[in-house]
């Protein structure tokens, strides 16, 4: 069963009452961007309080500070004007259970999902696997509050990154919806 | 004026109602992921019609099929188990009106935000630039339905991609908030 018809048919309720969102400008309405984890339990419309037209919203495994984070916050800025930007990772996140040996070698061994146990993930399938996943860097995460803190770092030092802009640093809890703070990103993304 | 009392007040009130969001498993719910542009006017979870925990969604400048995008794909599949994939651009992309040439230049004159003209973005700041823009690929666009295709033709013949796996492509109507099939990214998307 494919998920195809379902999303087509709320898309097209969606489309249904779109009303003036139809006139919206191409720039943030409100001038920031979050980059966030693509973790299925966060909805950052939802967790930020934005509305379309708001802010730009960039997700990838782990809501990394990977050079197409990078990209597409310079873009974010020269061309469409952002002011202030969130860097959120999450409790419970998956990159927190494995590391790029973990993953490598699941890779090597087949391409089936891998199941998540206590000890973390392990292979359930039975070849055959690809070794292209040596090559990726897979931005796995030991601690929320450093990966964070990190990653506002490289943000901040990035050459093609203004000094008068600010960088906030949050872990997202899963458990309460609740933005939390962190403090050593604080000192680090403050704009000069 | 920050955004941030903004964002921190209306994160206060999503957790105040957070109820059994907490229960939320790590594996999408639905089994599937969304790699779609950075854009403020998109929503995916109301385009498409998802809840918490219901599918990953990845965004960059463009929606774009980067190195960044496929580890996080890859992740998806064989760590978190989704087995359909959405590449979904949309109309009036940021990513049409400049070039690899345009950004950089603009970003060698300086880090100011530039202005978009009838002639496309034009530099209104006055140095320091910097020469970085120089050595990234910015992955601009100049026909959404190519850019589809030739984004769900990197991922289906990305070796740690399953065949089994279908790919679909879609452009997003900003006008009408309405998915529009790519046929030729069907074509190529298709699970063998």
Redesign the interface.
């Given at each position: 069963m494919?998920?195809?018809p379902?999303?087509?048919?709320?898309?097209?309720?969606?489309?249904a009452s779109?009303g003036d969102?139809?006139e919206?400008a191409?720039?943030?309405?409100?001038?920031?961007?979050v980059l966030t984890c693509?973790?299925?339990?966060?909805?950052p419309?939802?967790?930020?309080?934005?509305s379309?037209?708001?802010?730009?919203?960039?997700?990838?495994?782990g809501g990394r500070a990977?050079?197409?984070?990078i990209?597409?916050l310079?873009?974010?800025?020269?061309?469409?004007?952002t002011k202030?930007w969130?860097v959120i990772h999450h409790s419970?996140c998956?990159?927190e259970?494995?590391t790029d040996e973990v993953?490598r070698g699941?890779?090597a061994n087949s391409?089936?999902?891998?199941a998540?146990g206590d000890q973390g993930?392990y292979d359930v399938g039975t070849g055959p696997g690809?070794r292209?996943?040596d090559y990726?860097d897979?931005?796995t995460i030991s601690d929320q509050a450093t990966s964070v803190t990190e990653d506002v770092r490289r943000i901040r030092n990035?050459?093609?990154?203004?000094a008068r802009i600010?960088i906030?640093g949050y872990i997202y809890d899963?458990?309460?919806?609740?933005?939390l703070e962190v403090p050593t990103a604080t000192e680090v993304g403050r704009a000069a």
């Open positions: 494919s998920v195809l379902e999303v087509i048919a709320a898309n097209a309720e969606y489309a779109f969102r139809s919206l191409l720039p943030p309405a409100r001038g920031f961007a693509m973790d299925a339990r966060l909805d419309a939802k967790y930020a309080g934005l379309e037209g708001d802010a730009h919203v960039i997700r990838n495994a990977s050079d197409d984070a990209r597409s310079v873009i974010s800025y020269k061309l469409l004007g202030e969130f419970d998956g990159m259970f494995f993953i699941l890779l391409l089936e999902t891998a998540l993930f690809a292209e996943g990726i897979w931005l990035h050459p093609l990154v203004p600010p906030y899963v458990k309460s919806g609740l933005l």
